[in-house]
């Protein structure tokens, strides 16, 4: 995919987010869309070094040290980028990625049938399993910072 396409989809995929943004969340459409282009920034310029750069270094790893590293207290843009993206829901960036993930996988419905039924079977199993490690984890983790 050409980095043009690769920014048209992230702006698709960003305007989407900020009408969910504004249908789950108490924030404006205005005042998310700065939030929105740093995300949309960010992920970018992440896709772009995870190409360029030589090593087979995914892409999202570089968006996820990039944006650790921004938002870092004590770096000069962090509380600005912060309260930037604190206007953005995160289940609303999951709506148009979900969606896109739907859609990807209806294409690929014939190499999913072929799989017999045991895939549905750990399919199952694989969620049920993320869900529950989740919820554990979460649960002692809000215990031993007092929030419940």
Same mark, same amino acid.
């Given at each position: 995919?050409?980095?043009?396409?690769?920014?048209?989809?992230?702006?698709?995929?960003?305007?989407?987010?900020?009408?969910?943004?504004?249908?789950?969340?108490?924030?404006?459409?205005?005042?998310?869309?700065?939030?929105?282009?740093?995300?949309?920034?960010?992920?970018?310029?992440?896709?772009?070094?995870?190409?360029?750069? /030589?090593?087979?270094?995914?892409?999202?790893?570089?968006?996820?040290?990039?944006?650790?590293?921004?938002?870092?207290?004590?770096? /000069?843009?962090?509380?600005?980028?912060?309260?930037?993206?604190?206007?953005?829901?995160?289940? @609303?960036?999951?709506? /148009?990625?979900?969606?896109?993930?739907?859609?990807?996988?209806?294409?690929?419905?014939?190499?999913?049938?072929?799989?017999?039924?045991?895939?549905?079977?750990?399919?199952?199993?694989?969620?049920?399993?993320?869900?529950?490690?989740?919820?554990?984890?979460? @649960?002692?983790?809000?215990?031993?910072?007092? @929030?419940?």
């Amino acid at each position: 995919m050409k980095m043009s396409e690769t920014l048209g989809v992230l702006l698709i995929c960003g305007f989407l987010s900020l009408i969910a943004n504004v249908v789950g969340t108490k924030n404006g459409f205005v005042e998310a869309i700065p939030g929105m282009l740093f995300l949309i920034a960010l992920a970018f310029v992440g896709i772009w070094l995870g190409k360029v750069i /030589p090593g087979g270094i995914p892409g999202v790893a570089y968006v996820v040290t990039i944006g650790c590293i921004l938002t870092v207290p004590g770096v /000069p843009c962090a509380a600005a980028i912060s309260a930037a993206v604190s206007k953005v829901g995160f289940m @609303q960036l999951c709506t /148009p990625i979900l969606a896109y993930a739907g859609v990807a996988i209806c294409k690929d419905l014939d190499v999913f049938a072929e799989s017999s039924w045991r895939i549905v079977v750990v399919s199952c199993v694989v969620f049920v399993g993320t869900y529950i490690g989740s919820a554990i984890i979460a @649960q002692l983790i809000l215990k031993a910072i007092g @929030q419940i």
